[in-house]
């Protein structure tokens, strides 16, 4: 048997560490403490359910270890120590579990959608996977090979049984490992929805459109994420007081950025829900606006009736009581030498004639279309006439004869 001085027997949840003073030991429990204090705070979001749980159950885990270090009667009593490790050791993948199907789902409905299709169900599949696979090697480490006992000198000794500290050490390093992987793959997710969110902004101050890019939560969901990344990878140090310190001291600051941003998105998604019909987070995280539509309502044509206008196909900006005026005219006025104050005279469709010795007669003209006289249109059928009785044999004759005796 090899005694292990300064070591954390689940080390992917930094749980059940051994070897250290009364003083380390109760030091250790502050970061969880805090943490569940903003989970507390937090819990008016309902729909960050699993974020807030995890809080809680990393407390109490974290809270029964140091007792069973602390109290004196639990590292008397080794039935009874053994009793709250072995609760510990067993449930102590449950943080890590919960906090992993929370950013799984938060990807799922946020992040994957953006991706290609195809790259869509690979992810979809491969991150339960390998979740499933991290907590059951993290569980299988967290006992395999791990020897409790007394001695003569110490009341409690914890060791390693022969030839099983190797296997401890590479089954508690693969679990570090996959979930190190996992939480990487969600920082990629997250960052690729936030580059997204930039390169939109970026091609709206070059076009100069009317539109901008909120960024909302999203970036501090994404410095969230990469901390929680941080904290496992701290884990390959060496075992001291300070990585495991340093540990939970990034897992508390990764759940708060994260936490601070999902209420930066939520505050946003309560204000749009006061106006609009939206029900899902995915908009708050971050959203680009138009103001097109606001411009146009502002000028007098709401959204409603831009609607009803469509709809009833007519041309909205004919509704504007405030549009600009079209310079077709104006551009037509120039291009004929003339100035848009000088507008061609209208005809007259109302005419007076005075006649000596009788009434004025008044002409009106219901229509702007102008007839020929009367000659040019005798003139035009006469052409016609001949066209035609060119064409239909034993009519030329006959239609010269006409014409002659009508002459």
């Not at 960050?48 to 809680?56: H, R």
């Not at 929805?193 to 501090?220: C, K, M, N, V």
């Amino acid at each position: 048997m090899s005694s292990l001085s300064l070591v954390c027997l689940s080390l992917t949840p930094n749980l059940r560490c051994v070897g250290f003073t009364l003083g380390q030991y109760k030091a250790l429990i502050i970061p969880p403490v805090i943490e569940v204090i903003i989970s507390l705070l937090f819990i008016y979001l309902r729909a960050q359910f699993l974020l807030v749980a995890d809080g809680i159950l990393y407390f109490i885990w974290a809270l029964l270890d140091m007792l069973s270090q602390v109290v004196p009667a639990v590292r008397i009593s080794l039935p009874v120590f053994k009793a709250l490790d072995f609760l510990v050791g067993a449930v102590s993948f449950t943080p890590i579990l919960v906090y992993s199907i929370y950013l799984y789902q938060l990807s799922f409905h946020d992040f994957i959608p953006g991706l290609p299709r195809k790259l869509q169900p690979y992810l979809e599949i491969s991150l339960p996977t390998l979740m499933v696979i991290a907590v059951a090697i993290n569980e299988v480490s967290s006992f395999i090979g791990i020897y409790l006992g007394a001695s003569s000198n110490q009341p409690l000794v914890v060791g390693l049984s022969h030839n099983s500290e190797s296997l401890w050490l590479s089954l508690s390093w693969s679990s570090l490992t996959i979930y190190t992987i996992i939480h990487f793959i969600f920082f990629l997710l997250a960052f690729s929805r936030l580059s997204r969110a930039f390169l939109d902004q970026r091609r709206i101050e070059l076009t100069h459109s009317d539109e901008h890019h909120y960024f909302h939560g999203i970036p501090w969901i994404t410095a969230g994420i990469i901390i929680g990344v941080i904290e496992p990878i701290a884990g390959f140090a060496q075992a001291c007081f300070g990585v495991v310190l340093a540990r939970r001291i990034l897992r508390l600051s990764a759940r708060a950025v994260l936490m601070y941003g999902l209420l930066k998105g939520c505050a946003v998604l309560a204000m749009r829900l006061a106006v609009t019909s939206l029900t899902s987070l995915s908009n708050s995280l971050d959203v680009a606006e138009n103001f097109e539509t606001l411009t146009d309502e502002l000028r007098g044509v709401s959204h409603i009736s831009r609607r009803i206008s469509l709809m009833l196909g007519v041309n909205p900006q004919r509704m504007n009581t405030f549009r600009r005026i079209s310079h077709s005219y104006s551009e037509q006025g120039q291009a004929d030498g003339r100035s848009p104050a000088e507008k061609p005279p209208k005809e007259q469709r109302v005419t007076v004639h005075y006649e000596k010795g009788q009434a004025p007669l008044l002409q009106i003209r219901f229509s702007a279309f102008d007839l020929p006289a009367q000659t040019m249109l005798a003139d035009a059928a006469q052409q016609r006439r001949r066209s035609l009785s060119g064409l239909i044999p034993g009519r030329a004759g006959a239609s010269s004869r006409a014409e002659q005796q009508w002459r």
